[in-house]
């Protein structure tokens, strides 16, 4: 009688952590009423070569291993710095179409500026996430001065006019050789070039209808010069305004 009392009140104990851990799930309650089958002496099979090994009931039903049904893993995606996000499927296709895009603005840009760019005072270039306009410092400024020419004027509104259809950032920089200014209105050429970028903007805001916010200026001095600063020529070359149209960047990676 006492080991039957015994036995009774650990069954009673068994049933009421099954009910303590029960969900109303049809799936789970078939599972574990197939494992108090085999906990009650329904013979199991086993292949010769296997050692049988014990079963714990609620390690089995009741871990805290994997959940039964896990989710769907998540496809990784990258975060644009538009704050889109795409799948690395789509990245290249999203740089493909934006190669397309550039290389359509590139074209309309040399069209509209044709005589300019046949006498080489325009350069037009189209890279990976950006559009250049290169226009030449000689003519544009007076040496030392950072008022636009009337003469150029009418360049730079048809750039802008041409501009006002594409998207993206419009950074407008000045460039200027190692030759130190002398000035009283100019303390160095990172005053020069920036005053000479800002005076592109204000004509391209007087002209156009481009949004402010569409545009940066950015001086650089004789920082990034395009050839050595050696003879008179290449110090032509390297006074000159660029502006370029930026695809698919923030203000952070203006360079």
Not at 174 to 189: L, V, Y
Request: charged share 30%.
């Amino acid at each position: 009688m006492v080991t039957f009392g015994d036995m009774m009140c650990l069954l009673m104990c068994f049933f009421v952590l099954l009910v303590a851990f029960s969900e109303m799930d049809i799936q789970r309650y078939r599972m574990i009423a197939g494992s108090m089958k085999m906990a009650f002496g329904v013979q199991r099979e086993f292949r010769g070569m296997d050692v049988p090994k014990g079963v714990t009931l609620l390690a089995s039903e009741f871990s805290k291993g994997k959940p039964a049904h896990s989710p769907k893993p998540l496809e990784k995606k990258n975060t644009t710095p538009d704050g889109l996000q795409e799948s690395e499927a789509g990245k290249t296709d999203h740089d493909t179409a934006r190669t397309e895009d550039i290389e359509v603005d590139t074209e309309r840009i040399v069209e509209v500026l044709a005589e300019e760019v046949e006498s080489g005072l325009v350069h037009v270039e189209g890279l990976d996430d950006r559009i250049v306009i290169r226009i030449d410092e000689n003519g544009i400024f007076s040496p030392g001065s950072a008022t636009v020419n009337p003469s150029f004027r009418d360049l730079i509104k048809q750039l802008g006019l041409v501009l006002e259809d594409m998207m993206g950032t419009i950074a407008v920089g000045g460039h200027t050789d190692e030759t130190p200014i002398k000035s009283t209105r100019f303390r160095s050429n990172w005053e020069l070039s920036s005053s000479r970028a800002v005076s592109v903007i204000h004509v391209l805001l007087e002209e156009t209808e481009l949004a402010p916010y569409r545009l940066v200026s950015q001086g650089f001095a004789d920082s990034r010069p395009l050839v050595p600063n050696d003879t008179p020529e290449n110090r032509e070359l390297n006074r000159r305004v660029e502006i370029s149209v930026l695809r698919g960047m923030d203000d952070s990676n203006l360079d």
